[in-house]
């Protein structure tokens, strides 16, 4: 019972991580690209209020099951010491700052007042920082650089993977006009933003492993797949940037069409990775 609670808390774990920073991310994508995707608008906001309904409950969910993980079975779910154990720690503010961060997308999902622009800005920084407090990064001895570094790394990601399904509905649905401004300009960013996401997320590895030899632990081997993850990632965004991206704008037929199952291929991977890092946080250890 204790293995099947542990596989249940890491998967929740990573379906947390999936609809969190898709509802950020979405709303980051509208935020940056808001005159590109005026013909999606509505769609985005549908996609971040479902994504940010789903996290409020898994993170409710998780919440439950982390005592039931304490105690080896189900129990734990109504044993109101492990319960206190559980909200006494450093997972207690996470998880308050992360539901306080999809609270207020799933609130704002459906407003059109001036202030849901800020109102999304601060959710996703609260949903960023909601993952940089707790955890084996919170625990280590590597202080604010280690901190700084968590964060520039999910901010990447966020970005990143809460703009792959806005910019398939912009592919299907979207005027040509804007489908070429919104790839161009998410093009510009994400050369900055992936090489703060690769180098950060390795500098924050080497951090926690100190050695190459830490590698062949089950940690190692983990932070080995999210990083054989990432290189898939990154060879498709660079045909997505540097093939697909101007045979769109140059009008190329197909080109569109091939480019959705890109980033569809790209979803599945950072699924992938989204596993792979819920599994290595809940289940194992650096040291």
Same mark, same amino acid.
């Given at each position: ?8 808390? *890491? ?45 409020? +409950? ?14 080896? @079975?189900?129990?734990?779910?109504? @044993? ?46 609260? +949903? +960023? ?10 625990? $280590?001895?590597?202080?604010? *650089? ?6 520039? $790394? ?22 040509? /006009? ?6 161009? @300009?998410?093009?510009?960013?994400? +050369? ?5 996401l690769l180098g950060a997320g390795v500098a924050v590895a080497w951090m926690l492993l100190g050695s190459f030899d830490a590698l062949t632990t089950p940690y190692g081997i ?31 037929? $197909? ?10 291929? /790209?979803? *599945? ?17 650096p040291s």
């Amino acid at each position: 019972m204790g293995a099947a609670i542990d596989i249940a808390v *890491a998967c929740a774990r990573a379906a947390v991580f999936a609809a969190s920073m898709q509802a950020a991310g979405a709303a980051l994508f509208l935020l940056l690209f808001k005159r590109r995707s005026a013909s999606i608008d509505g769609s985005v906001r549908s996609l971040i209020f479902r994504s940010a309904g789903v996290a409020a +409950v898994l993170i409710l969910a998780r919440s439950a099951l982390e005592p039931a993980r304490m105690a080896g @079975d189900l129990s734990g779910v109504v @044993d109101p010491f492990l319960q206190s154990l559980f909200w006494g720690s450093d997972v207690r503010v996470a998880q308050t700052v992360r539901l306080a961060g999809v609270a207020l997308l799933l609130v704002t999902a459906t407003a059109r007042q001036p202030w849901t622009g800020t109102a999304w800005a601060l959710a996703v920084a609260l +949903v +960023v920082a909601s993952f940089t407090l707790m955890g084996h990064t919170r625990a $280590h001895d590597g202080g604010v *650089a280690l901190g700084l570094l968590l964060t520039l $790394h999910l901010a990447a990601v966020v970005f990143w993977f809460g703009a792959l399904v806005p910019l398939v509905l912009l592919l299907r649905n979207g005027p040509a /006009e804007a489908v070429v401004g919104a790839l161009g @300009d998410f093009s510009r960013l994400a +050369v900055w933003s992936v090489p703060v996401l690769l180098g950060a997320g390795v500098a924050v590895a080497w951090m926690l492993l100190g050695s190459f030899d830490a590698l062949t632990t089950p940690y190692g081997i983990l932070l080995l797949v999210k990083l054989a993850g990432f290189t898939g990632l990154l060879a498709l965004a660079a045909i997505n940037r540097f093939r697909l991206t101007p045979a769109v704008a140059a009008g190329v037929a $197909h080109a569109a069409i091939v480019m959705r199952r890109l980033i569809q291929i /790209e979803l *599945a991977l950072m699924a992938l990775v989204f596993v792979a890092t819920a599994f290595l946080t809940t289940l194992f250890s650096p040291s």
